[in-house]
């Protein structure tokens, strides 16, 4: 019944609630992504992607050269798979990966064929998503750690106190009444 038995317990029900909801929001924190994090996360994909059909479209290169140089880059892609639709984590590493595969062909063959500022930017996105991802962690952790103690300790005291006044009502009212709201 949402009647209370007795007008006493309605500040005591109010303050457990607030409590409860407050505590409750500060455990839904660490789920949500950071609009930097998110930005770049959206913007390595988009580079790969780019790179990706620009290194394939340069295996159609007249000059036979430049073509066989980004057959090889091609190759290196095709490793991986699609990494753009990976999970954020995996992604990481396969672009991590990929990285030291393009490493080991030549600079001088990257810049024949202008793949260098591709490669630049894709490794600068994925380091600023991993840069923007550690300080989301830290930002959260330092944040989170005091907010869910704080706000725990609070609907545990809240609660207590709504426990010992139930059960001094119950004491000197007799419990009958106060039963169906213990229970539940």
């Known amino acids: 019944s949402t009647e209370l038995i007795n007008p006493m317990l309605e500040a005591p029900i109010n303050k457990f609630e607030e409590a409860f909801w407050a505590f409750d929001e500060t455990l839904e924190v660490s789920a949500k992504d950071s609009t930097e994090a998110t930005a770049y996360e959206k913007l390595r994909d988009?580079?790969?992607k780019s790179s990706n059909n620009y290194v394939k479209a340069m295996t159609e290169h007249p000059d036979s050269e430049l073509a066989a140089i980004a057959e090889r880059l091609k190759a290196e892609y095709d490793k991986y798979g699609d990494i753009a639709?990976?999970?954020?984590?995996?992604?990481?590493?396969?672009?991590?990966?990929?990285?030291?595969?393009?490493?080991?062909?030549?600079?001088?063959?990257?810049?024949?064929?202008?793949f260098e500022e591709w490669f630049n930017a894709l490794e600068t996105a994925e380091n600023n998503y991993l840069a923007a991802i550690a300080a989301r962690t830290d930002v959260r952790a330092e944040k989170e750690i005091g907010a869910v103690k704080r706000t725990r300790s609070e609907a545990e005291a809240a609660y207590a106190h709504l426990v010992e006044v139930v059960n001094l009502?119950?004491?000197?009212?007799?419990?009958?009444?106060?039963?169906?709201?213990?229970?539940?």
Request: net charge neutral.
């Open 169 to 184: 009502l119950a004491k000197v009212e007799g419990d009958t009444a106060y039963l169906p709201f213990i229970n539940r």
């Open 46 to 48: 988009t580079l790969w």
């Open 85 to 114: 639709n990976m999970p954020i984590v995996q992604e990481s590493g396969a672009l991590h990966n990929l990285f030291q595969d393009i490493r080991a062909i030549p600079a001088q063959d990257r810049i024949k064929i202008h």
